[in-house]
């Protein structure tokens, strides 16, 4: 099993500009995950799926959009990137109520 | 809300020696889990050790062994014969109902050969 993939890895992103951040689990997981983690910070969470379908909001989900059309991807939604929005975003997922496993994250610099 | 505090920012420790790691955390729930996570420079975050709050059991992994206390509401990792791979941030996580983690400010530990 490859767990949670993530990409791209880094991107450079223009202030106005719109892009998606790929999150893909192999686990069968049911709960997938979006967090962010600004520098020196621990990780906030963007928008969470209880299973494909269903999104709720976490955290901070402003300047965020996701949608869930399969148990495997989840992919998060910048529309109008701000330079708010640089930072290091990560996915996870569960199954149930049990451990988040998480990938190995994006970096983003919006500039 | 639930919040989770690492007090420590920075820790060092020699290698081989051992050291410990401080998490208080506030909660009004009875039943929950909490969590040690490892961030190495590679930013991936790695799970280190859970515990289930209704255990009274401290749970160990290896060289990994928690410290935990229901009534004051506190979770410490201690790290044994500490390596350098060791070095790394470490974020304490606590998880309730619905599934949401929340995470402490990290504490960075620096191992010194």
């Known amino acids: 099993n490859a767990g949670v993939t993530q990409t791209p890895k880094f991107h450079i992103l223009k202030i106005g500009q719109s892009m998606t951040l790929q999150c893909t689990q192999d686990?069968?997981?049911?709960?997938m995950y979006w967090y962010r983690q600004d520098p020196g910070m621990g990780l906030k969470l963007i928008y969470y799926s209880v299973g494909a379908g269903i999104t709720d909001k976490g955290e901070v989900p402003n300047g965020y959009n996701v949608s869930r059309s399969t148990t495997e991807d989840f992919p998060l939604r910048l529309e109008l990137a701000a330079p708010s929005q640089t930072s290091v975003y990560f996915c996870a997922s569960s199954y149930l109520l049990e451990t988040q496993y998480f990938g190995p994250g994006t970096r983003l610099l919006v500039l | 809300a639930q919040t989770v505090t690492q007090s420590q920012p920075e820790m060092s420790v020699q290698e081989a020696e051992t050291v410990t790691l401080s998490c208080t955390y506030d909660t009004s729930e009875s039943d929950y889990y909490l969590f040690w996570y490892k961030q190495p420079p590679s930013r991936q975050m790695i799970l280190v050790i859970r515990?289930?709050?209704?255990?009274?059991q401290n749970a160990t992994e290896n060289r990994f062994s928690v410290n935990f206390q229901k009534a004051a509401k506190s979770f410490s990792l201690k790290i044994s014969d500490s390596q350098l791979g060791d070095a790394a941030m470490y974020f304490c996580a606590y998880k309730a109902a619905g599934n949401k983690l929340t995470f402490g400010g990290g504490t960075r530990v620096l191992v010194k050969p």
């Open positions: 686990m069968n997981h049911n709960y």
């Open positions: 515990q289930e709050a209704y255990k009274q």
